[in-house]
């Protein structure tokens, strides 16, 4: 069983950064693929951005630019490095796991995600 855990979420103004971490275990970590949702109040979960076991990322539209997913297999930790944030970035972020055999492939709806951290909440206020 995979375990996650965030970490680095907090207050902010508009226009800040915070880099979020989540950390993996119970399992090698590059036998994985990551991605990081998000839910914002009275909101459904949403895709936010994905990499892939060798690397490759993907980012919604909406925080393209301005958020940048990474990974250190050697700190089996993957991170959302999150800049420019604005008021409706606000929700709770929650990172996903998924073993994968492709190695580039990513991944971007819920469903093919099968581990889920707590997630950790991100407020930006105006």
């Known amino acids: 069983q995979v375990q996650l855990v965030e970490s680095g979420g907090g207050l902010v103004q508009a226009g800040g950064s915070l880099r979020l971490s989540c950390a993996a275990s119970?399992?090698?970590?590059?036998?994985?693929?990551m991605g990081w949702f998000r839910q914002a109040p009275g909101k459904e979960r949403e895709f936010v951005a994905a990499?892939?076991?060798?690397?490759?990322?993907y980012s919604a539209d909406s925080v393209k630019g301005r958020f940048t997913i990474s990974r250190d297999n050697a700190k089996n930790t993957v991170y959302l490095q999150m800049k420019s944030l604005r008021p409706e970035d606000t929700a709770v972020y929650c990172c996903?796991?998924?073993?994968?055999?492709?190695?580039?492939?990513?991944?971007?709806?819920?469903?093919?995600?099968?581990?889920w951290g707590q997630g950790t909440q991100v407020t930006v206020s105006s």
């Open positions: 119970g399992r090698t970590f590059s036998s994985l693929a």
């Open positions: 990499i892939s076991r060798s690397g490759s990322t």
């Open positions: 996903a796991a998924t073993g994968r055999l492709s190695l580039t492939d990513y991944y971007t709806r819920e469903y093919e995600y099968a581990h």
